[in-house]
């Protein structure tokens, strides 16, 4: 209670309202079983590249089951604009699918709030799995650089990594992801 008393002063003397809370976000099952799906059909092979050479990974040319795949975001945010609902999702265009990175376009989507993609497995050289768990930070600079209000990565079976817009544009990360 001291706390914020001492917060709400120091708001009243700058002469400004207090941030809002961090932006939540609301997954709807049926999305994030697509983005499973997904996940599992690009990266089923994973533990079959410890064969493949690290250059032929970054090169892109690797096998088609060890590819990034992106995908487009439906949805609104609150009244108070904190809260971000992903209600449905959406093909890419032009998706160019790598090893190690995707691109394309979702400016067609009706409706857009933002952007996913998938992270891949990949085999380390004793054959062991190398995850990558969590958006990168080219992830988050490219985020932070547009007007999207969210973007997710997902890595494995129910562990999506999100990153959100606030309605002042203040961007979290990682966010509080709900599946409701
Ligand atoms: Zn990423």
Known sequence: ??????????????GRTPAPPPAVVV????????????????????????????????LGTGRPTQKEYLGCLVGHTSAAG???????????RGLVQFQF??????????????????????ASATGT??????????DLSTFAAGH???VLAAWDRDS???A???????VTHPADLIVR
């Not at 079983?33 to 990974?57: C, G, K, M, P």
């Not at 990175?101 to 891949?120: E, K, N, R, S, Y």
């Not at 995850?131 to 930070?137: A, G, R, T």
């Open 1 to 14: 209670m001291r706390l914020a008393s001492a917060l709400f002063i120091i708001a009243a003397v700058v």
């Open 27 to 58: 997954l709807a099952p049926s999305v994030r079983d697509s983005i499973d799906s997904i996940f599992l059909r690009y990266n089923v092979h994973w533990n079959e590249l410890a064969d493949v050479n690290t250059l032929t990974q970054m």
């Open 82 to 92: 904190d809260t971000i609902y992903i209600t449905d999702w959406a093909r890419a």
């Open 101 to 122: 990175a995707v691109t394309g376009t979702c400016d067609h989507v009706a409706g857009l709030i933002g952007t996913w993609h998938t992270h891949p497995y990949r």
């Open 129 to 138: 799995a190398l995850k990558e768990p969590v958006l990168s930070s080219t």
């Open 148 to 150: 999207d209000r969210v």
């Open 160 to 162: 999506i990594d999100a």
């Open 164 to 170: 959100a817009r606030s309605s002042d544009g203040s």
